[in-house]
């Protein structure tokens, strides 16, 4: 059973940075598709930042590229998502996600795309 736990939100001025974290466990593939998503009042959920880890290759959404980056963390099985000149825009819950993710290159992107989700963590840009 997969479960994946994020960490890391919180209320900061604009301008300022965040890092996110997303703990997983349950996963025995080498080859994972991880992707962090987020949802603000109102919207649609969206994708922001994606990587295959069996390959390190990584995707963003416009919005936030040059700004967010996703890594693999120093512990087993955690990811991070790194959030610089964060803009009231960015608040929004934020959502990881992972799916497999074998004979492919590039991440997945699409929110059908991953099979299992985190319970968030909210992130407030003010």
């Known amino acids: 059973h997969v479960q994946l736990v994020e960490s890391g939100g919180g209320s900061v001025q604009a301008g300022g940075s965040l890092r996110l974290s997303c703990a997983s466990s349950?996963?025995?593939?080498?080859?994972?598709?991880i992707g962090w998503f987020r949802q603000a009042p109102g919207k649609e959920r969206e994708g922001v930042a994606f990587i295959n880890t069996g390959t390190g290759r990584t995707y963003y959404a416009d919005s936030v590229k040059g700004r967010f980056t996703i890594s693999q963390g120093n512990a087993k099985n955690t990811m991070h998502l790194r959030m610089n000149s964060l803009k009231p825009e960015d608040t929004a819950m934020y959502y990881c996600?992972?799916?497999?993710?074998?004979?492919?290159?590039?991440?997945?992107?699409?929110?059908?795309?991953?099979?299992?989700w985190g319970q968030g963590t909210q992130v407030t840009v003010s």
């Open positions: 996600a992972a799916a497999g993710c074998r004979f492919r290159l590039g991440p997945k992107s699409m929110r059908d795309e991953y099979t299992y």
């Open positions: 349950g996963y025995t593939s080498s080859s994972v598709c």
